[in-house]
């Protein structure tokens, strides 16, 4: 595995894990230019109530004002969880270079799980994706979330059927 790759989704699970502390879905995206972080983001999407708040989409926005352009075309963007298909078409449209993450998401993935958007021809723009990195320690961390969710709303039925 390339140390430098790996280096770069540590700091996305960095992200992932503030998303965590917030109770947000724990998914963290950073965009990397020239070997510097240009963009970071979380997920945002039950704090700011708005759909297009995904960690991907918020990383993107930062470089792009970083960069004073629209154009991400030399950048990598590392993502702890294969893109939906919503963040990969922002990924396309901003011409980003190469897409690396963590774990595959069989549900909503469009790198490879259920599409395979980013090599498609017919698009404009074709992005290099490699998925795997780090890819025990980014599903570990949505498993432990999801987990606690799940024994929180367990709680919280078991505590509503006491009161009635």
């Keep these: 595995m390339d140390k430098n790759k790996e280096y770069f989704m540590k700091i ?20 990397v230019y020239d070997g510097k972080i240009i963009g970071r983001g979380h997920n945002l999407r039950e704090h700011s109530q708005n759909t297009i708040d995904h960690a991907e ?3 993107i926005d930062e470089a792009c004002r970083n960069l004073r352009s629209w154009r ?3 950048c990598d963007l590392y993502v702890t969880i294969e893109p939906c298909l919503m963040c990969a078409g922002a ?3 901003a011409r980003v270079k190469n897409v690396y993450y963590g774990a595959p998401d069989y549900k909503a993935g469009a790198a490879e799980s259920l599409y395979n958007v980013f090599n498609d021809s017919r698009l404009n723009h074709l992005v290099h994706a490699e998925g795997g990195i780090l890819s025990t320690e980014c599903g570990q961390i949505m498993k ?11 709680a ?3 505590a509503n059927m006491v009161e009635k």
């Design 72 to 74: 991400l075309a030399d």
């Design 91 to 93: 990924i396309i449209n």
């Design 57 to 59: 989409m918020v990383a």
């Design 12 to 31: 996305a699970l960095q992200e992932a894990k503030k998303a965590a502390l917030i109770q947000e879905v724990p998914i963290g995206a950073i965009v």
């Design 144 to 154: 432990d979330f999801f987990k606690k969710a799940r024994k929180k709303r367990k």
């Design 156 to 158: 919280q039925k078991r």
